[in-house]
Nanobody, 127 residues
Framework: QVQLLESGGGLVQAGGSLRLSCLASGRTFSNYAMGWFRQAPGKEREFVAAISRNGAITNYATSVKGRFTISRDNAKSTVSLQMNSLKPEDAAVYYC????????????????????WGQGTQVTVSS
């Protein structure tokens, strides 16, 4: 079992920044590719960003590319999402997720393939 705990959400004005963090515990963190997803009220959960086990490969949703940055620290078992230039449409509950992968250089963008999920952290962006 892997436990994931997100933090860093909150209320921010449009154009502002937030940094989300996700602390993992329970298993060897470096064995897991990590992803961030978000879900707004009445909408499906959507992919935001993903990072490979070794941190060398990242991928972003088109809507956040150039504004968000995903990173990980395997020594600290954390994955982070730096969010800049936030827009009202970025408001959602943000979830981190972990997927056990053999390859160290791949990632996943599909929510259904992830093995573990955090409880989520709310991000609110005021216009």
């Amino acid at each position: 079992q892997v436990q994931l705990l997100e933090s860093g959400g909150g209320l921010v004005q449009a154009g502002g920044s937030l940094r989300l963090s996700c602390l993992a515990s329970g298993r060897t963190f470096s064995n897991y590719a990590m992803g961030w997803f978000r879900q707004a009220p009445g909408k499906e959960r959507e992919f935001v960003a993903a990072i490979s086990r070794n941190g060398a490969i990242t991928n972003y949703a088109t809507s956040v590319k150039g504004r968000f940055t995903i990173s990980r620290d395997n020594a600290k078992s954390t994955v982070s999402l730096q969010m800049n230039s936030l827009k009202p449409e970025d408001a959602a509950v943000y979830y981190c997720a972990a997927r056990l992968l053999q390859s160290s250089s791949t990632y996943s963008t599909v929510p259904s393939v992830y093995d573990y999920w955090g409880q989520g952290t709310q991000v609110t962006v005021s216009s």
